[in-house]
């Protein structure tokens, strides 16, 4: 049986503290759901460490105290909060007093679960990783290294598969280093698989042990870059979907406003489908827009991650060459789809600018005719009414004939002289006015064909 040597478990934990666009009230509340993480520490001190500066890239939490230590029968550890910039990171170290053997891996799942109830069982916002690391003085071939590597892997995460998700190994400052990755998937069954990232670490004795675990304040940056690539991305995801779903929207907003071109007009589905469309626009472009700043926020985190990388490298004068692959992995998959689906999701925005333009241009033009029929039927109504006002008053001025010449005229055998004279006078005016509002309708009509 091999020996494992001062076994640990590190979770090198994220969660976001500021997003963009986010109130104080939202901001107090992410700063609250962080400390939930935390055993009974000085609030005060830490919201104070929190508040000092504006996102620092590393900032300690707890002061001058630095770490918040716990202990138990069988376990020893510590909690080290920090603030990464918009994000809090949390390194929870926790390792077994007593060495233990390889027969049985039981205790590294009971490790987990001791850790896991330190954090009352939550878990990461941005994202988290799992570093387990022991002495084995006794191994001294690679291919061991990797059987035990294996081993603790699949006892750590059970269900999972180490040459799956296995995604390099180098050696590191005299350790031997595994990855492992698993995104989130969805297998044939439908059952889904949670994403976890992990590294083992075995050594050959205390002193490379020691010396690796010096180099953890750089790997807190390091993962914490790793993850907020991948929480972009996953966010990306999310907001693609919403973008497909408004373009179902956008199409069946398209098909209506046909449907409404080859009816009567009706203000009332205009401004409807406006409204709609209006509604749409807002959040589709909203959707676009934070589509965008994943992307860009993938390429900054891309650059960091980078950066953070070469300053391992050069103090351990050492090639950490399997965490290189992330780098390509994200510059030519996951950077590239996000930054092609924002590229195939854009053109449907100006579809929906242009059903909008074509919906005011219709309700603008429908409005103009109906004011252009209203001044033209006052201004025949007008006219007409004028000439009958001049008719009749000028009717009065006619002279006076005798009544008796038409007592045999059909006119004046029904009405009498008393009336004769102001039934003419309306008659003739109401005349006048409907000659003048045809003659006007006329001229009208004739301006329209030129």
């Excluded at 589905?269 to 965008?292: E, M, P, V």
């Amino acid at each position: 049986m091999t020996k494992f040597i001062y076994p640990t478990l590190d979770l090198f934990l994220y969660d976001l503290r500021e997003g963009l666009g986010q109130t104080e009230a939202e901001v107090e509340k992410n700063r609250k759901q962080f400390k939930q993480k935390l055993p009974q520490i000085n609030d005060k001190e830490f919201d104070r460490r929190d508040a000092e500066f504006f996102e620092p890239e590393y900032a300690e939490l707890l002061g001058a105290q630095r770490y918040s230590q716990f202990e138990s029968e069988s376990y020893k550890g510590y909690h080290y909060p920090v603030r990464l910039s918009d994000t809090y990171g949390l390194l929870l170290d926790c390792s077994l007093k007593a060495d233990q053997q390889d027969d049985d891996l039981q205790w590294i799942s009971d490790l987990r679960a001791y850790i896991s109830d330190q954090l009352n069982g939550q878990t990461g916002t941005v994202g988290q990783t799992w570093m387990f690391s022991a002495q084995l003085p006794d191994v001294l071939l690679v291919q061991e290294y990797e059987l035990f590597a294996e081993r603790c892997y699949e006892a750590l995460i059970p269900g999972a598969n180490f040459s799956s998700n296995q995604t390099g190994q180098s050696e590191f400052l005299g350790g031997h280093w595994f990855e492992c990755w698993q995104p989130n998937t969805v297998k044939s069954d439908g059952m889904n698989v949670e994403n976890h990232h992990v590294m083992i670490a075995l050594y050959p004795n205390e002193q490379t042990m020691q010396a690796a675990a010096s180099f953890y304040p750089d790997f807190m940056r390091l993962l914490m870059s790793r993850h907020k690539m991948m929480w972009a991305y996953a966010q990306s995801r999310e907001l693609k979907k919403r973008l497909k779903a408004g373009i179902v929207k956008i199409e069946e907003t398209r098909k209506e406003l046909e449907r409404y071109s080859l009816q009567r007009f009706n203000a009332d589905k205009f401004q409807q489908t406006l409204d709609q469309a209006w509604k749409i626009l807002s959040d589709y472009t909203t959707a676009l827009n934070r589509l965008a700043l994943q992307a860009a926020t993938m390429k900054t985190n891309l650059g960091n991650y980078q950066k953070r990388l070469g300053i391992i490298e050069d103090k351990a004068a050492e090639n950490l060459v399997f965490l290189k692959l992330l780098s390509t992995q994200v510059q030519e998959k996951y950077l590239l789809q996000v930054q092609t689906d924002h590229s195939n999701l854009t053109p449907e925005l100006r579809l929906l600018e242009n059903i909008i333009e074509y919906i005011r241009a219709r309700v603008a033009i429908e409005e103009e005719h109906r004011d252009r029929s209203f001044q033209e039927t006052i201004a025949t109504w007008g006219i007409g009414l004028a000439a009958g006002a001049i008719v009749a008053s000028v009717s009065g001025q006619f002279p006076d004939t005798q009544v008796t010449k038409n007592l045999f005229d059909i006119i004046g055998l029904t009405i009498s002289d008393i009336w004769y004279k102001p039934a003419n006078s309306i008659v003739l005016s109401i005349g006048a006015a409907v000659l003048a509002g045809l003659v006007t309708k006329l001229v009208i009509w004739l301006r329209r064909l030129r």
